[in-house]
């Protein structure tokens, strides 16, 4: 078992070439700051209690957790939580600019993982999964689904099961709605399977997998 901290996002990409920025997903970052834009006040000084106000609390949330800030990460997370709570419940869950249950779910499993916290992140992301796949024979919010195999995926590196971590990404990868967003965090997890199991065949297997995706992605090919 590696202890949970043993693989961050941060120290990775300082070690690793290529891993630059951000993926996708995470908050902007400008020359001369050290502070995220979607960081800047609590919710930016938005109304919280309104879709808006909670998707940028949880950007906020996010923006902490890359930083290794749990706490700032936590509050974060419980204004978007009140503000969720205040709202009515969506009639169209699934439109991208409406926030429910299921969403603040799944950014606060990523938040979680970033932040090496298995154990706080994993109820989240398996509840994700299963209202993702509870319709049978159809996956509801493809993209959520697969970036949410990745958290699992990132737990798995933490706790050392190298065979889950590959499986999980190789099922992420796997998504009919491969975005370039998805791709970007499958790019995160390759980055930790190698980092932690260099020399393993599994490791570079699934690394292959990963950049014959981001090939076929970037040709626009078929796989």
């Known amino acids: 078992m590696l202890p949970t901290n043993s693989v961050r996002p941060l120290s990775i990409r300082r070690s690793l070439p290529g891993l630059t920025r951000f993926p996708p997903g995470s908050p902007s970052w400008t020359s001369g700051t050290t502070t995220p834009l979607s960081m800047r006040g609590p919710a930016c000084g938005s109304r919280p209690n309104t879709s ?32 969720l709570a205040n709202l009515p419940s969506p009639s169209h869950p699934e439109h991208h600019f409406v926030f429910d ?33 509870a319709v049978a024979g159809r996956e509801r919010w493809p993209v959520r689904l697969a970036q949410t195999r990745v958290d699992l995926g990132l737990m798995a590196v933490q706790e050392g099961e190298l065979e889950a971590a590959c499986r999980l990404g190789e099922l992420a990868l796997g998504s009919h709605r491969k975005a370039g967003s ?14 932690a199991f260099p020399d393993a065949p599994e490791a570079r297997g699934f690394h292959d997998q990963f950049r014959a995706a981001r090939r076929s992605l970037e040709l626009g090919t078929p796989e």
Do not use: I, Y
Not at 67 to 79: P, T, V, W
Not at 113 to 126: K, M, N, S, T, V
Not at 182 to 195: K, N, P, Q, W
């Open 182 to 195: 998805t791709l970007g965090r499958v790019h995160e997890l390759d980055a930790a399977v190698m980092a």
């Open 101 to 133: 249950a299921t969403k603040l779910s799944f950014f606060a499993a990523t938040c979680w993982a970033w932040l090496g916290r298995p154990d706080r992140a994993r109820e989240r992301a398996e509840a994700v999964v299963a209202q993702c796949l």
């Open 52 to 83: 808006a106000g909670v998707q940028l609390a949880v950007q906020e949330a996010k923006g902490w957790s890359r930083m290794g800030n749990a706490d700032q990460a936590e509050r974060a997370l419980q204004r978007g939580a009140v503000g």
